[in-house]
T-cell receptor
Framework: ETGVTQTPRHLVMGMTNKKSLKCEQH?????MYWYKQSAKKPLELMFV???????ENNSVPSRFSPECPNSSHLFLHLHTLQPEDSALYLC??????????????FGPGTRLTVT | EDKVVQSPLSLVVHEGDTVTLNCSYE??????LLWYKQEKKAPTFLFML????IEKKSGRLSSILDKKELSSILNITATQTGDSAIYLC????????????????FGQGTILTVHP
């Protein structure tokens, strides 16, 4: 139990569907992250939120739309995805204090398959 | 472009062996280097190394940061089958002013298999 939960754990969607991934952290952190892990590729940072504000968008296509309503919740809204978007999507959280950001703790991930 | 390279890509050992995993990096405005263990889904945090903390140890695992060589090693002594996993190295980059935003660049990982 890592203190970061993600739902759903598995998702199959067609290219014309709209779905959302949800992440919740119970660690009292104030920074949250979305990562993509594709087969045989390094973990890839997608978005960073510090104190609910987006501070990083790592050139992610607009078909991925993040939302951070508060420091404990993070969503990733998906629409008109492509088959190459099939991957494990991981959420993480960390404590940010002053100029420092501390280690990130990961959720179990959502295995997404786009058909 | 920032780059994190791990070696070897895979390693097979027997229980009781000692292993050394390597990570080299090229990033602008280095802030920290982190090691994670990934067994099934969620990577679990092992160590965070910074300029003020270049050596960490926890049980059979230890890690050293060499800022001069831009590299780090992760050592596991007396390996057990439960150590079988993918070990990920990540480097955090800050901005020019020294502030970090949690921007991690990961290496491709080392797959460690420990046989009984």
């Amino acid at each position: 139990e890592t203190g970061v939960t993600q739902t759903p754990r598995h998702l199959v969607m067609g290219m014309t569907n709209k779905k959302s991934l949800k992440c919740e952290q119970h660690l009292g952190h104030n920074a949250m992250y979305w990562y993509k892990q594709s087969a045989k590729k390094p973990l890839e940072l997608m978005f960073v939120y510090n104190f609910k504000e987006q501070t990083e968008n790592n050139s992610v296509p607009s078909r991925f739309s993040p939302e951070c309503p508060n420091s404990s919740h993070l969503f990733l809204h998906l629409h008109t995805l492509q088959p190459e978007d099939s991957a494990l999507y991981l959420c993480a959280s960390s404590q940010a204090q002053g100029v420092w950001t501390y280690e990130q703790y990961f959720g179990p991930g959502t295995r997404l398959t786009v058909t | 472009e920032d780059k994190v390279v791990q070696s070897p890509l895979s390693l097979v050992v027997h229980e009781g062996d000692t292993v050394t995993l390597n990570c080299s990096y090229e990033v602008t405005n280095f802030r920290s280097l982190l090691w994670y263990k990934q067994e099934k889904k969620a990577p679990t945090f092992l160590f965070m190394l910074t300029s003020s903390g270049i050596e960490k140890k926890s049980g059979r695992l230890s890690s050293i940061l060499d800022k001069k060589e831009l590299s780090s090693i992760l050592n596991i002594t007396a390996t057990q089958t439960g150590d079988s996993a993918i070990y990920l190295c990540a480097v955090e980059e800050g901005n020019a002013g020294g502030t970090s935003y949690g921007k991690l660049t990961f290496g491709q990982g080392t797959i460690l298999t420990v046989h009984p």
